[in-house]
């Protein structure tokens, strides 16, 4: 009967280890989905890659949808923005009822020394046409942007970049992997970014 209590227990423990793992699961999952999905004019847009058919080394088309809801004037609708040669990208969106603006990282080649950049687009949220279309990169050979994660600011105007990177930043003030690029004015400006590192 004293071998059963400790089996008894280390399955307790084990459950409740099991629960816990369960519920920071669902949090990151909450988590990763904001930062693909957002809502601009009624509408509900996501953010999304997948290999494109037939492709070696896979192509990744990254594509924006827009969902039928209720409250969206436009309908269902989808655009490719973008693609990544052999590495799958990382994704962002953030949405107002200015636009919308989605972020990936892409590499143009399998090459070691392609860099891997991001790219950054502004959507028309009724047509899906891309209204402004730039981009964070390092030099050829000399590092990797490795994630951008974007932001609204409160003005609603102000879109944020904060991610990793190797290199430098064309115009980045500070050093380290750790970068932040504000971008004033996102929607209707093409004002270029100021970029702080740490």
Known sequence: MWKLKPVVALC???????????EGEDELATQEAALVTGTSQGCTFTVSYAARPGTLPPIYDVTVSR???????????SVVVGSSTGTAPTLSLAANDLG?????TYKTSVSGS???SLGLKHLAPDTLATVRSTGLSIF????????GNLSIAADGTTLTV????SGTLSG???????????YPDFFT?????????F
């Open 12 to 22: 307790a423990v084990l459950a409740l280890t099991a629960c816990g793992g369960l």
């Open 114 to 116: 392609a860099p891997r």
């Open 140 to 147: 050829l050979g000399q590092g990797n942007v490795n994630s």
């Open 67 to 77: 969902a039928a809801d209720v409250t969206c004037a436009f309908g269902a609708g």
């Open 162 to 165: 904060s991610g990793t990177k």
């Open 100 to 104: 919308v603006a989605v972020g990936y």
């Open 189 to 197: 400006s093409t004002t270029s970014p100021s970029i702080a590192t």
């Open 172 to 182: 980045q003030t500070g050093s380290g992997s750790n970068y932040v690029a504000t």
